[in-house]
C-alpha cells in the first residue's frame, strides 16, 4: 500500500530516487490506503482499504469526487453503483428493486404467473384456480355472483345444503353486463332409489334438478359447472342429490353477446326465497 504527491522533488539524486520510487510504489498499488490520497487527478484510481474486502474508487472527470467502480471481494469482483437497464443492468441497487425494474409492473397482478406469448412477457393465470366468498343461502330470491374476471374460462357452482321454502327447481342464469333470462338450450333427468326417472326441459336459464320430489324440505348438494366452449358460447353440465336420495344430472348451453361476467343461482318461479345451506363459485383461466 502507498500513496505519493504525484510529484518529484527537486533535490539530491538520492532523494530523487527515493521520491521516484514513491510515485511508482503509488502507481502499482493503486494509491491504496484507508483513507483518500492528499493530491489526487481526474480519473486516478485508489483503493479504499479502510473496509473489507476492499473498494476500487476512481476520481471522476471533473476531479471533484470518487466513484466506486466496485469490491475487490476475494470470492468474485462486486460491480458497484448502478448499471441502467438500457446498458445492460438493472438500474437498481438491491435485488427486489432490480426484479421489479426488469419484470411487467407488479401492481395489481397478485397470485399471477408471469408467461409469455413468444414474444412478449404477460402476467397470467396458469391453470389458477380462485375461489370466491361463499354466501349464505338463507334468504332471498336469488344468490348473485359478479364482477367475474375477463378471460376466465370455467365457472363451477358449488352447493353444500341449498334448500328452498318452495317446490320450484332451481336454475342458473348468466349474463355480459346483465343476466339473461331466455334463449338456454337446458334440460334435467332425475332418478331415485326406486328406480323412477323423469326429464324436463327449460329456455329461462340452466335447469339444475328435474322437480324435486321433497319439494321444499329437500337439501341439495351439487357441483354445477359452465365451460366456455370458443367465443361467448357457454356449456352447462352438473350433478345434484338430495338429501331424499334422489340424483339429478343437467346439461345445456347458452351463447352470450359478450364476454360472461356473472352468475345467477334463483328459482325457475322467481319467488321462492332460499332458507338453508351455502353457495360459492371457483373460476379458472
Do not use: C
Amino acid at each position: 500500500m502507498a500513496q505519493s504527491d504525484q510529484s518529484v522533488q527537486n533535490a539530491t539524486f538520492p532523494s530523487v530516487r527515493a521520491d521516484i520510487n514513491d510515485n511508482l510504489a503509488a502507481l502499482f498499488s493503486q494509491s491504496s490506503g484507508n483513507s483518500a490520497p492528499s493530491v489526487t487527478v481526474a480519473f486516478q484510481p485508489w483503493v479504499d482499504t479502510s473496509s473489507s474486502p476492499p473498494v476500487y474508487k476512481m476520481r471522476n472527470g471533473s476531479n471533484s469526487a470518487w466513484i466506486t467502480v466496485g469490491v475487490l471481494d476475494p470470492a468474485g469482483f462486486q460491480v458497484g453503483g448502478i448499471t441502467p437497464i438500457a446498458n445492460g443492468g438493472t438500474g437498481a441497487i438491491t435485488a427486489a428493486l432490480a426484479l421489479a425494474a426488469l419484470l411487467p409492473s407488479q401492481g395489481g397482478n397478485a397470485g399471477k404467473a408471469l408467461v409469455t406469448s413468444g414474444s412478449a412477457a404477460t402476467w397470467g393465470t396458469i391453470n389458477g384456480i380462485t375461489r370466491s366468498t361463499a354466501v349464505a343461502s338463507t334468504s332471498g330470491t336469488s344468490i348473485d355472483f359478479v364482477s367475474i374476471p375477463a378471460g376466465v374460462m370455467r365457472v363451477t357452482v358449488i352447493f353444500k345444503s341449498v334448500s328452498t321454502n318452495g317446490a320450484s327447481d332451481i336454475q342458473l342464469q348468466i349474463g355480459s353486463g346483465s343476466f339473461v333470462t331466455s334463449g338456454y338450450e337446458s334440460g334435467a333427468i332425475k332418478t331415485n332409489n326406486s328406480g323412477g326417472f323423469s326429464t324436463l326441459g327449460h329456455t329461462a336459464g340452466f335447469l339444475t334438478e328435474s322437480t324435486v320430489t321433497s319439494g321444499a324440505t329437500a337439501l341439495r348438494n351439487a357441483t354445477l359447472t359452465l365451460t366456455n366452449i370458443s367465443g361467448n358460447t357457454w356449456v352447462h353440465t352438473g350433478t345434484m342429490v338430495t338429501a331424499g336420495a334422489e340424483s339429478h344430472l343437467s346439461a345445456g348451453s347458452l351463447a352470450l353477446s359478450g364476454t360472461l361476467d356473472r352468475v345467477r343461482i334463483t328459482t325457475v318461479n322467481g319467488t321462492d326465497t332460499f332458507d338453508a345451506g351455502s353457495i360459492n363459485i371457483l373460476y379458472e383461466s
